[in-house]
């Protein structure tokens, strides 16, 4: 189908089940598209190329070409630009040449795709763009969070990447993050963190949102503090007390007006939810010729 591989990511179950939602698999008169099956011929063929209206930073080509190769392995189709790449509005981004109903059908669920990975990407680029410093010092690394749609995370954690952001931790799997629930529980933060410590977690990550809290769980054996909803003046003092000996992340409330800010006191790292939790889609469209 496509050379496209994402670890923990099943690219043609998920063109299959994207597919079928559309067509309406399993229900009542579904499993076609009628208006294609009634309206186009069966052996009509198309051209068609997808450009951009929008500025963007391209991400998800190869899965939207998915798409189209799904309903007709024959197509011919050139992806002109590579993923991760800025490029202006009318740039044309693939070429296709098949089978008009194959396209037809499959033209919605390819753009809802490149269109939503594209708008994350794009979105991603403006925050590390602004936490640059002078000269386009690097200030930071940008990170995304788990706020993502259920059954999307590692598409969208990969868009991020395009858009120039280092992935958090991808689940509930590969890191231990203590917040304030599970310190309320334990007890406290270093009880919490002894807790995981003695579990064997290796990577422990304490939110912490009192500058009191870090040395109880640095003590304890946090591996990254996660400063949460602090001021710059708190920011400042926390990357003081930490001095190097483990990463530090401010997270909450960031903006792309205030993200500067905020990789400028020191910080190692910047999270942001809304990359993923409100970025809008890019502005992608598909035209088709009849052939």
């Known amino acids: 189908m496509t050379s496209f591989i994402l670890p923990g990511f099943d690219l043609p179950q998920f063109v299959r089940a994207t597919l079928d939602e559309d067509l309406g698999l399993g229900l009542p008169g579904g499993g076609h598209d009628v208006t294609s099956e009634s309206v186009i011929p069966a052996d009509a063929r198309f051209s068609g190329v997808m450009d951009t209206r929008d500025a963007i930073v391209v991400a998800g080509l190869p899965i939207a070409a998915a798409f189209f190769r799904a309903l007709d392995p024959a197509m011919e189709i050139a992806v002109l630009v590579e993923e991760g790449a800025q490029v202006p509005a009318k740039t044309d981004l693939m070429r296709l040449s098949g089978n008009a109903r194959a396209m037809l059908t499959a033209e919605r669920s390819a753009l809802n795709t490149a269109q939503h990975l594209s708008g994350i990407a794009t979105l991603t680029r403006s925050y590390v763009d602004a936490m640059q410093g002078p000269n386009g010092n690097k200030r930071a690394t940008l990170l995304d969070t788990r706020k993502t749609i259920p059954g999307l995370r590692h598409l969208e954690k990969y868009a991020t990447r395009m858009g120039g952001a280092q992935n958090h931790r991808m689940g509930l799997w590969d890191a231990a993050m203590i917040k304030d629930n599970h310190v309320l529980v334990a007890g406290g933060v270093g009880e919490a963190v002894a807790r995981a410590k003695a579990a064997g977690v290796r990577s422990i990550i304490c939110e912490v949102d009192r500058v009191a809290q870090i040395e109880p769980a640095l003590a304890a054996g946090a591996s990254h503090i996660l400063l949460d909803n602090m001021s710059l003046d708190q920011l400042r003092e926390a990357v003081a007390l930490i001095a190097g000996r483990v990463p530090c992340e401010a997270s909450g409330g960031v903006r792309l007006d205030t993200i500067g800010a905020i990789a400028a006191t020191g910080v190692t790292y910047v999270s942001v939810g809304r990359l ?16």
């Open 276 to 291: 993923t939790q409100s970025a809008p889609a890019a502005d992608i469209g598909l035209d088709f010729t009849p052939l």
